[in-house]
């Protein structure tokens, strides 16, 4: 695919979506299958939406090589072309990773996010031969995600302006590191799609990104999607209102329940679970959240005004 054939798919609501284990732990393919449907039903489709399949939150780096590949492949089979599918592939080697993105092309996937190889302690010049033999060696799209928190994981804008010519580099996850401003990156936005991961979708959007990536959308896709046509309509003061109604709470609730048990997948779950779509546990060492703290988003997810099944 061309850079901006892919471009123009990767825009709007990104949903890092779950995957589902039986109580067992395998993956329950039939579920993912079910639920991609459900998503789709729910408004995550093609020009405002992509499905992002086996990143953190989805538990990727949990899975087995034949998951990873069978999991993409049961969503994109499930989706039938109406909403664009990506993987993720997490600090691996320049090897790894082609290998890992030619399966994802293989397999129907429009493209990857890809981290850093954190794990080889890059320097500046081993960052670019990463990202330049991956677009080299690809045909379908790379979301960088830059994890700047994690050493070695942090990319500057100067460095994001020396991969301009690499082809199938098309979109940059954006958290700034530290140093650098957030409106820094958007001086390529010409060439990249830039989508926020630091809580600021609406500074994002009015600077020229095209999307934004963040906890929830699985569970109830038509909140983040009015957030997002309200900042296509210019709407910016609404959109924030909407946004702030519901982000900052469930921020809070999410830092205090991974002080008890860490693994990205455990509020994901218990959202996707609350709004009737259950996913199954995560898998260990991580925990399902108590049922206190299910209590306790369940009484938040009613006041925001979500559609809980049940709900009194």
């Not at 320049?94 to 954190?118: F, H, K, Y």
């Given at each position: ?41 729910r408004g995550l489709v093609e020009g405002k939406a992509v499905l992002k399949v ?100 942090g990319i500057y804008p100067s460095t994001f302006e020396k991969m301009t010519d ?82 900052p709470d469930l921020r809070t609730f999410y830092r205090d329940v991974t002080q ?53």
């Amino acid at each position: 695919m061309e850079r901006e054939d892919i471009r123009r798919q990767m825009v709007g609501v990104v949903a890092t979506v779950p995957t589902p284990f039986d109580e067992y732990y395998n993956v329950d393919y039939g579920l993912m299958a079910a639920a991609t449907e459900l998503w789709i039903e729910r408004g995550l489709v093609e020009g405002k939406a992509v499905l992002k399949v086996a990143a953190a939150m989805g538990e990727g780096p949990q899975l087995r090589e034949d998951e990873w590949k069978a999991l993409i492949q049961t969503v994109v089979q499930a989706a039938d072309g109406r909403v664009p599918v990506m993987g993720a592939v997490h600090y691996k080697d320049t090897v790894r990773t082609i290998e890992d993105l030619n399966i994802a092309s293989d397999v129907g996937a429009m493209g990857c996010q890809v981290s850093p190889p954190i794990f080889n302690q890059p320097t500046e010049d081993d960052m670019l031969r990463y990202f330049e033999d991956l677009s080299n060696d690809i045909d379908i799209g790379v979301l960088v995600y830059n994890t700047h928190w994690l050493p070695h994981g942090g990319i500057y804008p100067s460095t994001f302006e020396k991969m301009t010519d690499f082809e199938h580099i098309v979109a940059i996850k954006w958290n700034p590191p530290e140093g650098s401003q957030y409106a820094d990156i958007f001086k390529l936005v010409d060439t990249f799609n830039i989508m926020d991961n630091s809580d600021r979708p609406i500074d994002c959007h009015r600077l020229g990104g095209r999307g934004f990536l963040t906890d929830g959308v699985d569970a109830h896709p038509a909140f983040f999607l009015k957030v997002w046509d309200l900042m296509e309509q210019g709407k910016y003061t609404e959109a924030q209102a909407e946004w702030d109604s519901v982000i900052p709470d469930l921020r809070t609730f999410y830092r205090d329940v991974t002080q008890v048990s860490g693994g990205e997948g455990r509020v994901a779950k218990a959202l996707s679970e609350m709004m009737g779509i259950p996913v199954g546990p995560p898998r260990p060492p991580a925990l399902p959240l108590s049922h206190d703290d299910m209590d306790k988003l369940r009484a938040m997810m009613i006041g925001w005004g979500w559609p809980v099944p049940d709900a009194e």
